[in-house]
């Protein structure tokens, strides 16, 4: 049986509570340090006032580097990448959604 945790992440100075497998806890904290050190580049970069704009921009860049490697890699080599892009998918989806409310 697969233990479930339940995990805040911290994600533009916001902590969210996921519940994932004790497996992926490495994966979460790791692409929400990713987001939270791209974040941090484009709000030295750029002049943006709301986190969701620069949430959007980086969004934006690993969503273009997923297609980059999907062009590029064959079917069985995307799925990982595939399933890391979709936990990461639902955790933006949850950060818009609250900041939506």
């Known amino acids: 049986m697969t233990d ?3 995990v805040a992440i911290e994600i533009a100075g ?3 509570n996921v519940n994932i497998k004790e497996a992926d806890k490495d994966v979460f ?3 929400a ?3 939270n050190d791209t974040l ?8 943006y006032e709301d986190k969701q704009d620069l949430l959007a921009l980086v969004l934006l860049q690993y969503t273009t580097s997923y297609i980059k490697m999907y ?4 079917r069985d080599s995307n799925d990982v990448f595939v399933s890391r892009l ?3 998918n639902q955790v933006l ?3 818009t959604d609250k900041m939506e409310k």
Do not use: F, G, H, P
Not at 40 to 47: A, D, I, R, W
Not at 71 to 74: C, G, N
């Open 86 to 88: 979709r936990q990461l």
């Open 93 to 95: 989806t949850e950060i």
């Open 14 to 16: 916001r902590k969210y």
């Open 40 to 47: 941090t580049t484009y709000e030295q970069k750029y002049s």
């Open 33 to 35: 340090r990713m987001v």
């Open 29 to 31: 904290e790791e692409a």
């Open 71 to 74: 062009r590029s890699k064959t």
């Open 4 to 6: 479930i945790l339940k």
